[in-house]
T-cell receptor
């Protein structure tokens, strides 16, 4: 079955790096996603990685994919207070629904 | 560019009252549309999805229903709200031409008292 797992909470100091981890179960996933949700807002697509890649870097964001362990991580360099939000990992659900299966979200708290 | 709208932004309703939440998408044709619910402090639960006008698939049996009267309009309804219907309702779309990425609306916060 589909199950995406994340730790619930992460606290870092401003300027440090943040690493948010995720494990997924569907080895046939083509894309894996990271979404960001700020308080009271919808989900914003942050980045994604194609399953034939091990790493993707986009400015302060680095996504690492370990297909063998079905482990996905999001690293935020030089974390800022504006990065405080909930971060969701997601993978495609079975193709019949064309939907995404989301983790429960990791709340990132950045302390000044 | 594509945009997705939801309204209302916030809604407070008594138990047993009806519900209608609306979602519209601009700038794309024949999108796949989705309704998710996010309970406080939890992840997203897929409620309904639609691949075309009048085509609705339900993921979770409950007192909610969805309709798609137009290509870019998706409506979430209930005849009688329950306390457990409180939550943050998110509409999302994705292209119908094979792309997997979903894009989300701003959400509607529903409080049932």
């Amino acid at each position: 079955g589909e199950d995406v797992e994340q730790s619930l909470f992460l606290s870092v100091r401003e300027g440090d790096s943040s690493v948010i981890n995720c494990t997924y179960t569907d080895s046939s996933s083509t894309y894996l996603y990271w979404y960001k949700q700020e308080p009271g807002a919808g989900l914003q697509l942050l980045t994604y990685i194609f399953s034939n890649m091990d790493m993707k870097q986009d400015q302060r964001l680095t996504v690492l994919l370990n297909k063998k362990d079905k482990h996905l991580s999001l690293r935020i360099a030089d974390t800022q207070t504006g990065d405080s939000a909930i971060y969701f990992c997601a993978e495609p659900a079975d193709t019949g629904r064309r939907a995404l299966t989301f983790g429960s979200g990791t709340r990132l708290q950045v302390q000044p | 560019s594509q945009t997705i709208h939801q309204w209302p932004a916030t809604l407070v309703q008594p138990v047993g009252s009806p519900l209608s939440l609306e979602c519209t998408v601009e700038g794309t044709s024949n999108p796949n549309l989705y309704w998710y619910r996010q309970a406080a402090g939890r992840g997203l639960q897929l409620l309904f999805y639609s691949v075309g006008i009048g085509q609705i698939s339900s993921e979770v049996p409950q007192n909610l229903s969805a309709s798609r009267p137009q290509d870019r309009q998706f409506i979430l309804s209930s005849k009688k709200l329950l306390l457990s219907d409180s939550g943050f309702y998110l509409c999302a779309w994705r292209t119908g031409q094979g792309g997997e990425t979903q894009y989300f609306g701003p959400g509607t916060r529903l409080l049932v008292l």
